[in-house]
């Protein structure tokens, strides 16, 4: 079993006060190919990094993934009601040793 130190949770826009699991799943929807790129886009300019990439999920289409290369950063999603996106970034305990 992994175990995690921390999750770090970065909202690309505003986001109003937080929500249950449940109510954030049921506000996650598609995240069309132009949005993806557009995340692509705002990630590579915010963080000055061109080899930031977000790619679409291989089995889900209601978030995106984000990369370095080829290492796994976490998962962006959009929350319908709101229209802010999400980012989700695990870090594990040995990653900080």
Known sequence: M???LACLYI??????EARSNE???DRRR????DEIRK???????VFQNPKLEVKARPRK???AE???????LGIVFKDEDDGDYNFSMAILDIDLA
């Open 2 to 4: 992994q175990s995690w």
């Open 11 to 16: 909202a690309i826009v505003d986001v109003p």
């Open 23 to 25: 109510q954030a799943d």
């Open 30 to 33: 598609l995240l069309k190919p």
């Open 39 to 45: 995340l692509d886009a705002y990630f590579k300019r």
């Open 61 to 63: 289409d209601d978030s």
């Open 66 to 72: 984000v990369y370095v290369g080829d290492e796994f």
